[in-house]
């Protein structure tokens, strides 16, 4: 069973598309987390999610924005995609606190041509 | 502005060396410390540190905090080619937020 999953693994699109990618955790954790990874391999927190609060890296385009349609989901969806929006995007979860590690999901490589 | 820093980025040795890998924060309201591993997919969970001076252990890999000078080692002996990857630290704040650093790529050569 996939703790935390991800849709599509792979997404190649054109610029100014809109896309979406979807992360699901069957984990039962309060948080959710959008990461995006850059060529350099460097993870930047975009979102933090739970039922209670959005925190958002102030340094995101307000052309991301996350969608929680319940617990267990928190979808990124992504408008007029440019050039640098290409990199991998991961989804991870955690209990809240600050006391438990998060589980990532598998990564969706995203590219814009 | 909250920072995590490691060192040194990338890190190139042959099976059977030791190696440290540096990891340096300054995050308010820090609660834990956190290193993972991420190969060619995902990080997967190594350890988190809590306390300063409690060594954490898992076979030949080993990890301590020092909350006074803000860093953390994570050490690895006997090293195989199988521990090629990068190692992030990361650390999060009692709000729950994660902040990683840039990673330390290391490759194991036979």
């Known amino acids: 069973d996939t703790a935390v999953s991800q849709t599509p693994k792979y997404l190649v699109t054109q610029m100014g598309n809109d896309k979406s990618i979807k992360c699901e955790q069957n984990l039962g954790h309060d948080t959710m987390y959008w990461y995006k990874q850059d060529s350099k391999k460097f993870l930047k927190i975009m979102f933090s999610?739970?039922?209670?609060?959005?925190?958002i890296n102030e340094t995101v385009p307000n052309r991301f924005s996350p969608k929680s349609p319940d617990k267990a989901h928190l979808n990124l969806h992504i408008n007029s995609l440019e050039l640098g929006d290409s990199a991998v995007y991961f989804c991870?979860?955690?209990?809240?606190?600050?006391?438990?590690?998060?589980?990532f999901g598998p990564g969706t490589r995203l590219t814009v041509t | 502005e909250d920072k995590v820093v490691q060192s040194p980025l990338s890190l190139v040795v042959h099976e059977g060396d030791t190696v440290t890998l540096n990891c340096s924060y300054e995050?308010?309201?820090?609660?834990?410390l956190l290193w993972y591993k991420q190969e060619k997919k995902a990080p997967t969970f190594l350890f988190m540190l809590t306390s300063s001076g409690i060594e954490k252990k898992s076979g030949r890999l080993s990890s301590i905090l020092d909350k006074k000078e803000l860093f953390s080692i994570l050490n690895i002996t006997a090293t195989q080619t199988g521990d090629s990857a990068i190692y992030l630290c990361?650390?999060?704040?009692?709000?729950?937020?994660?902040?990683f650093g840039t990673g330390t790529s290391l490759t194991v050569i036979p």
């Open positions: 999610y739970n039922n209670k609060e959005l925190i």
């Open positions: 995050v308010t309201n820090f609660r834990s």
């Open positions: 990361a650390v999060a704040n009692t709000g729950n937020q994660f902040y």
């Open positions: 991870a979860s955690s209990q809240a606190g600050g006391l438990y590690e998060q589980y």
